[in-house]
């Protein structure tokens, strides 16, 4: 018997770069493995994640809308606080001044919790110190949380396919 790949978690980049790379009107077929895999219940979003999206992309907006009910989590109050312990361990991630939030930390901690695989289309960064360059497969490594992400030579988007043993 194959192994069952773990609930995903969905970064804002992933679902983006998912409809650029693959327009739902142009590639159904992988929408609609996509609409399979959230009513199976086996991946989400968190509610910043959809906020994100409802500011940048109104095609993934309206996509996500339609199935809202099913697919977007609230984070708890435990998540919130160990998105406070990740800022801490990474404090110069995201901007406190800037006008839009980052639902990474977050996506990280809800995650943590949760035991989901982050699915991002973010690549892992060379850490330095007091970096202000930090990338959700960082975060996720630090702290124990498995992702699929961006790798050299890999896409994101073939992993998770691959991974769901999808075919097109």
């Known amino acids: 018997m194959a192994d069952i790949p773990p609930i995903s978690s969905f970064d804002t980049s992933f679902l983006i770069n998912l409809e650029v790379n693959y327009p739902i009107d142009l590639f159904p077929a992988v929408w609609e493995k996509m609409d399979e895999f959230f009513a199976a219940k086996k991946g989400y979003i968190i509610d910043l994640v959809s906020a994100e999206i409802e500011k940048k992309d109104d095609k993934v907006h309206e996509w996500i809308s339609h199935r809202a009910?099913?697919?977007?989590?609230?984070?708890?109050?435990?998540?919130?606080?160990?998105a406070q312990e990740i800022l801490a361990k990474f404090p110069y991630w995201i901007d406190v001044q800037a006008t839009l939030?980052?639902?990474?930390?977050?996506v990280v901690a809800n995650a943590f919790f949760s035991g989901a695989t982050v699915v991002t289309h973010e690549a892992k960064v060379q850490i330095r110190e007091n970096t202000r360059k930090i990338k959700i497969p960082n975060a996720c490594e630090a702290f124990g949380v498995r992702s699929i992400h961006t790798n050299p030579g890999s896409s994101v988007f073939t992993e998770f396919?691959?991974?769901q043993g999808w075919r097109f």
């Open 161 to 163: 396919f691959r991974e």
């Open 101 to 106: 939030t980052s639902a990474d930390p977050f």
């Open 69 to 82: 009910g099913g697919i977007v989590k609230r984070l708890t109050d435990e998540e919130l606080l160990k």
